[in-house]
């Protein structure tokens, strides 16, 4: 089975710029979340999706937006792009986004490296 | 808000020699998590980590968790080369299993 799928895994921009991410969950998985990291520092919560709806968002500013389609891939998008929007953005999916044992686990993508000049 | 603390942020060890990794977090949860990164990578799940008490090994690794004072430690055994990379913990907030808080991360170099 493939794993959570990213595209593109890297990606130039210029500041000011628009960029979008896009995330396949693995087959299954229902909630997908948008985590933002930064060179040397641990991810960042941005957003977490389930059956299309926002279900949590972190402290991000409304650059960032995201949605979620009915096959469950999910576009990460950020508008007036900036120096510090430079990072790897990971995104992570699993079953269900509340329960028990079986569906606790998040997976991760390899992320996309973004770089903004 | 969530905070989460690890320490050290950077370990440098002889290859044979143990330590352990600290994490503390601010406010109650139900689940701990320790992920492996290696550089310009993506993470890794190392352990899933659910109730008090629990504790979980791997190899030469060896998680546990104590939510009681909220602090979970991953503990290196006879450490080799190969363990060298970035660990993270993550606490799960307000029951969200996507919603995860992150450590800063232990940058673990191993030597010969």
């Known amino acids: 089975d493939a794993g959570v799928t990213q595209s593109p895994t890297h990606l130039i921009k210029t500041r000011g710029q628009h960029v979008t991410l896009r995330c396949s969950p693995i087959?299954?998985?229902?909630?997908v979340s948008w985590y933002q990291q930064v060179l040397g520092q641990g991810p960042q919560f941005i957003f977490q999706y389930y059956e299309k709806e926002e279900r949590g968002r972190g402290n991000f500013p409304d650059r960032f937006s995201a949605r979620q389609f009915p096959n469950y891939s999910s576009e990460l998008n950020v508008n007036a792009l900036l120096l510090g929007d430079s990072a790897l953005y990971l995104c992570a999916s699993s079953l269900a986004y509340r329960g028990s044992l079986g569906n606790t686990e998040a997976f991760f993508g390899q992320g996309t490296r973004l770089t903004v000049v | 808000e969530l905070k989460v603390e690890q320490n050290p942020l950077f370990l440098s060890m002889q290859e044979g020699k143990n330590y352990t990794i600290y994490c503390n977090y601010s406010?109650?949860?139900?689940?701990l998590y320790w992920y492996r990164q290696d550089p310009g990578k993506s993470l890794e799940s190392l352990f899933v980590?659910?109730?008090?008490?629990a504790v979980k090994q791997e190899g030469r690794l060896m998680a546990s968790l104590d939510t009681k004072a909220r602090l979970s430690t991953l503990h290196i055994t006879a450490a080799v080369h190969d363990l060298s990379a970035t660990y993270f913990c993550?606490?799960?907030?307000?029951?969200?299993?996507?919603?995860?808080?992150f450590g800063a991360g232990t940058r673990l170099t191993v030597k010969p």
């Open positions: 087959s299954g998985h229902k909630s």
């Open positions: 980590l659910l109730s008090n008490g």
């Open positions: 993550a606490v799960r907030y307000r029951y969200n299993n996507n919603d995860m808080r």
């Open positions: 406010t109650t949860s139900d689940r």
